[in-house]
């Protein structure tokens, strides 16, 4: 054994006390060793159940998360299928009657000739006095929008 202070070791004789302290291991009887073992078992047994038993959550939420997909993926498809229309909806402008972004006496021309060919059908963006029905009130209220003066005192659009 050194003698430098700073050994991190155990001086042999304090050792040898703490030895002698604590004496050996203590000898378990065999009722307690079967308790033992008794209690392990359940205790791994209850592990065993749990775990199965996450799994066949863990298999469900799985099941849950593939019909979500499945039914998201079909009401996009839906969605498709009613054409270009749908997307078109979001972004579209009252009046804007042949979609270019823009509402002008062009609009008022192209809903004209729809309504007189019976071929109109109800649009949010055609239906411009909101009274659910395309018909020549709604040509002329976009005709009367495409040639308002600008608040700018600028012009028509």
């Known amino acids: ?13 304090l050792r040898a006390d703490l030895a002698e302290l604590h004496g050996g ?6 009722d307690v060793d079967r308790m033992i073992l008794s209690s392990a078992r359940a205790h791994f ?33 839906r969605d498709h299928a009613a054409g270009p229309q749908v997307a078109a909806d979001v972004s579209r402008l009252t009046g804007d009657a042949n979609g270019d972004n823009l509402v002008n006496i062009g609009d008022a021309l192209a809903l004209a000739r ?28 976009i005709a009367m929008i495409a040639v308002r003066l600008d608040a700018s ?4 659009r």
Request: hydrophobic share 40%; no cysteine; net charge positive.
């Open 1 to 13: 054994m050194s003698t430098d202070p700073d050994d991190p070791r155990l001086p042999d004789a």
């Open 45 to 77: 047994a209850r592990r065993k159940r749990q775990g199965l038993l996450l799994r066949l959550g863990g298999a469900a939420a799985a099941v849950a998360a593939v019909v979500v997909v499945a039914v998201t993926i079909a009401r996009t498809d």
């Open 25 to 30: 291991r203590p000898a378990a009887s065999a």
């Open 153 to 156: 005192g600028g012009g028509t």
């Open 114 to 141: 729809k309504v007189d060919a019976k071929q109109a059908t109800w649009t949010r963006w055609d239906d411009v006095n909101g009274d659910r029905q395309i018909d020549r009130k709604d040509v002329e209220a």
